[in-house]
């Protein structure tokens, strides 16, 4: 397993971009935009997946702030059955909270699990995922 990326969500995404780009100095490297589910993804870091983690910045149509608390969205872990990997953790009596099966408006095979603590953890499926 390894780290994909740590999503954070944001009241302006641009204003995000320019920080993470001019004042962090990575790059954008890809966004995604989800008018019907009321969502708009700019991804950004210093490389690409998956020899680097990014960081999935999210907007929310229509929410400018979050308090502090709630910014911290998830973390990713890619794996290279979505499925086999669920059933692993729920023997180990880890809680899976996300089914696994497609995004909401995509056919990424996803799933998510929730730690002791309540912090979500993405199941990712890619293919070339080692255990």
């Known amino acids: 397993m390894r780290i994909l990326h740590t999503m954070l969500r944001v009241g ?5 971009i320019d920080f993470y780009t001019q004042v962090l100095g990575m790059k954008l490297l ?3 935009e989800r008018p019907e589910q009321k969502y708009s993804l700019a ?3 210093y490389g690409t997946n998956p020899d680097h983690a990014e960081i999935e910045l999210t907007y929310n149509h229509g929410v ?3 308090e502090l608390g709630t910014a911290f969205g998830h973390m990713a872990l890619g794996v290279p059955d979505v499925y086999a990997a669920c059933d692993r953790i729920r023997a180990a009596g880890g809680n899976i909270t996300r089914e696994p099966g497609p995004v909401k408006g995509g056919s990424t095979v996803i799933a998510f699990v929730t730690d002791p603590d ?3 953890i993405e199941l990712i499926e890619r293919q ?3 255990d």
């Open 12 to 16: 302006d995404l641009q204003r995000s």
């Open 30 to 32: 890809r966004t995604t």
């Open 43 to 45: 991804f950004v870091g």
């Open 64 to 66: 400018s702030a979050y």
């Open 118 to 120: 309540g912090y979500k």
């Open 128 to 130: 070339n995922e080692a």
